[in-house]
Each structure stands twice: as C-alpha cells, then as structure tokens.
C-alpha cells in the first residue's frame, strides 16, 4: 500500500510560481509512474502532468505546457510540480497519483493522495 502526501498549495497572485510536492511511502518509489492530477470548482478531474520510473520521460497536458514541470527524486520518494506563469484558471485542488510500473489507461491509477489546493488570484 503506497501513501501519498502532497504539499506546498497555497494563495498566490497570477504570474507568480509554487512548487508542489508529494511524499511518497509503503512501496518502492522508483516502480511508480508518478502524475499529478487536479480538479477545478464545479469541473471534472484532469490529468495535468506524469513523470515515468527513472525521471527522463514526462507528459503534459496542452494547458500547462511551458508553464509547468514535472520532476522526482527517487532517493528521497518525491515528485513535484514546479509550477510558473499561473493564471487564475489553474485554480483547483491539486493531487498526486501512483501507478506501478506504466502509465496507466484512461488515467487509472492506483493510489491517490488528499490534495492540496492552490489558488491563484487576479
């Protein structure tokens, strides 16, 4: 069983950058795809980011493309999301998720932290 903790939300004004991370325990961080996931008021969860085993293969959503980066550290069992350039839309609450070993289909991972909300203002 792999607990995830996210951290790092918070206020911050559009344009400025916060740094999310999510702690990861109970398995064997390096066998995980790692994503980040976030659900806006009033809309669906979507799919913003992942991160494959070893770090050097990355995805991303059209939206944040440019604007956000998605890294881990396999010693310390944490991925983050570096995240620049905010606007107002990416409002939401933000969570990490853990898949063994692939990416799964239609975005079915396994494990999923509590969240963190990051608000941006105008």
């Known amino acids: 069983q792999v607990q995830l903790v996210e951290s790092g939300g918070g206020l911050v004004q559009a344009g400025g950058s916060l740094r999310l991370s999510c702690a990861a325990s109970g398995g064997i961080f390096s066998s995980y795809v790692m994503g980040w996931f976030r659900r806006a008021p009033g809309k669906e969860r979507e799919f913003v980011a992942s991160?494959?085993?070893?770090?050097?293969?990355?995805s991303y959503t059209d939206s944040v493309k440019g604007r956000f980066t998605i890294s881990r550290d396999n010693a310390k069992n944490t991925v983050y999301l570096q995240m620049g350039s905010l606007k107002p839309e990416d409002t939401a609450v933000y969570y990490c998720?853990?898949?063994?070993?692939?990416?799964?289909?239609?975005?079915?991972?396994?494990?999923w932290g509590q969240g963190t909300q990051v608000t941006v203002s105008s």
């Open positions: 998720a853990a898949s063994f070993g692939i990416v799964p289909p239609n975005n079915a991972y396994q494990y």
């Open positions: 991160v494959k085993l070893s770090g050097s293969s990355t």
